[in-house]
Nanobody, 114 residues
Framework: QAQLVESGGGLVQAGGSLRLSCAVSIGIFNFNNMGWYRQAPGKQRELVAIITIGGITNYANSVKGRFTISRDKAKNTVYLQMNSLKSEDTAVYYC????????WGKGTLVTVSS
């Protein structure tokens, strides 16, 4: 059983930056993929960024060039650096760990004011 805890959300002005963190209770290399998803009000949850066990990253088109996913093996933490934030980035951001089982964090709210 793994627990994922997100942090780093908050209120930021358009054009600003935030860094989200996802602390995992067990080694992140237990999972094939670590990802960030988001869900805006009234919309379905969508993939934002993913990093594979091999270090390959993939991003939603809407965030390419602005967001960067990274990880720290020693800290069992996955990060999402978000730059040039837009109002449409406002959502609850969830961390996901995908392996033999799939785990979700409870989410952290990001609000971007225009």
């Amino acid at each position: 059983q793994a627990q994922l805890v997100e942090s780093g959300g908050g209120l930021v002005q358009a054009g600003g930056s935030l860094r989200l963190s996802c602390a995992v209770s067990i080694g992140i290399f237990n999972f094939n993929n670590m990802g960030w998803y988001r869900q805006a009000p009234g919309k379905q949850r969508e993939l934002v960024a993913i990093i594979t066990i091999g270090g390959i990253t993939n991003y939603a088109n809407s965030v390419k060039g602005r967001f960067t996913i990274s990880r720290d093996k020693a800290k069992n933490t996955v990060y999402l650096q978000m730059n040039s934030l837009k109002s449409e980035d406002t959502a609850v951001y969830y961390c996901n760990a995908d392996g033999s089982m799939n785990y979700w964090g409870k989410g952290t709210l990001v609000t971007v004011s225009s």
